[in-house]
Each structure stands twice: as structure tokens, then as C-alpha cells.
């Protein structure tokens, strides 16, 4: 079955605009987690959604940075006024998130933002 | 959430075993084991998973000591195209707590 996708796969903008980014989770996959990667670095947990629940916020660096999840299905992480040291890869991934589950995430390819 | 530390790096050469190993002291009772690898330009993907003594599957052993503070991913006879990071998590299965990634191990394979 399709996996995780992401769009754009590349992102190129100028300082001070806003972007969105979009991430379709696999069918069915209750839980859904952002996470920022810069070159080299391990993965930066940003937000999570598990189903009908409160999300998860806590790792959003700042108020420009939120994100929606319509539907229980597709979401979009928007950023505001973009800085340059917002350039990354930004990963979304998604599971099952049944309790007791194995919560295997699932990845997306990734958006590579280059802010300029 | 249990931190959980790895080597940065490691090096190995092709057909060699490679053991990867993981702390986290602080493991709770109902916390699992879980690693992932990623390639570059490519998100993680998932591995092995593990609760106690030793889990195998066809790309990897995963090995839990009884105080299962630790844990060691083993890679049998590594080839170029393991060369990767490898991502140790710990975590309850079934809360709402989300996985959460460290910086994981690079590990690089030399032919």
C-alpha cells in the first residue's frame, strides 16, 4: 500500500515569507509526529497528533512554527516569517498509535526547506 | 521519557559484525526497545524491537541484559550499504507519549 508522502519535496524561499508543508499519513494511522532534521543532526521532535487528542506541542521552537491536522488524516506544518536557520529537512511520520501497539513510525521522504 | 545514549560513530569493515550499544538507565517497566535506520536523504526506517533477552529478525539482533539498562543492536557481516545511523528509542507502547529520536550512532562501512 502507498506509504507516507510529503510535498513539496524541495522548498526554496526568501526570508520573512511564510511556507506550508504538507504531509499525507498511511490510511488508517491514528498518530502522526513532525520532526526537523538539520544537515547532519539527529531528529528534532516538533509536534504530534494522536487521534481526536490535544496535540502535543511541546517541541515547536517557536510561535511561528504550528501545525493542523484535518480530518484525522492530512496534515500541514505551516511556518511563519521564515529565518534562515529554519533550512532543513522536515520529516513527517505516521502509525498506527493503537495502545499497546508496537508504534512503529512510518516516514515520509521529507521536505528539504532552504530558506535564503 | 527515558534518555538513551549511543556512540556518535563507529567504523567498520565489510563482512564484519557490528555491535551497536545503548544506554538507558532510567528504562521504565513498561518500555520497549526500538531501533531505527537511516540512510542518507531518506527518513528513518524501523529495525528491530525488543523487550527482554533477545529479539532476531532477518536484518538484525537486538540484545537486553535482565536489568535492561542496556541493549545491543547487532549487524551481522555489514556490507557498504549498511553504512547509516542507527537510532536507539525507548518508550512505553501504550501511552500517548510519542517516540523521540536522539542524535543515533553513523556508522560507516570501509571495503
Known amino acids: 500500500g502507498a506509504g507516507v508522502s510529503q510535498s513539496p519535496s524541495n522548498k526554496v524561499t526568501e526570508k520573512g515569507k511564510d511556507v506550508e508543508l504538507r504531509c499525507d499519513p498511511i490510511s488508517g494511522h491514528t498518530a502522526l509526529y513532525w520532526y526537523r532534521q538539520s544537515l547532519g543532526q539527529g531528529l528534532e521532535f516538533l509536534i504530534y497528533f494522536q487521534g481526536n487528542s490535544a496535540p502535543d506541542k511541546s517541541g515547536l521552537p517557536s510561535d511561528r512554527f504550528s501545525a493542523e491536522r484535518t480530518g484525522g488524516s492530512v496534515s500541514t506544518l505551516t511556518i511563519q516569517r521564515t529565518q534562515q536557520e529554519d533550512s532543513a529537512v522536515y520529516l513527517c511520520?505516521?502509525?498506527?498509535?493503537?495502545?499497546?501497539?508496537?508504534?512503529?513510525?512510518?516516514f515520509g521522504p521529507g521536505t528539504r526547506l532552504l530558506v535564503l | 521519557l527515558a534518555k538513551t545514549t549511543q556512540p556518535i560513530s563507529m567504523d567498520s569493515y565489510e563482512g564484519q559484525e557490528v555491535n551497536i550499544t545503548c544506554s538507558h538507565n532510567n528504562i521504565a517497566t513498561n518500555d520497549y526497545i526500538t531501533w531505527y535506520q537511516q540512510f542518507p536523504s531518506q527518513g528513518p526506517r524501523f529495525i528491530i524491537q525488543g523487550y527482554k533477552t533477545k529479539v532476531t529478525n532477518e536484518v538484525a539482533s537486538l540484545f537486553i541484559p535482565a536489568d535492561r539498562k542496556s541493549s545491543t543492536l547487532s549487524l551481522p557481516r555489514v556490507s557498504l550499504s549498511d553504512t547509516a545511523v542507527y537510532y536507539c528509542?525507548?518508550?512505553?507502547?501504550?501511552?500517548?507519549?510519542?517516540?523521540?529520536f536522539g542524535k543515533g550512532t553513523r556508522l560507516s562501512v570501509i571495503a
Open positions: 511520520a505516521s502509525s498506527l498509535g493503537e495502545p499497546g501497539g508496537s508504534k512503529t513510525q512510518y
Open positions: 528509542l525507548v518508550g512505553d507502547r501504550g501511552g500517548n507519549t510519542p517516540l523521540v
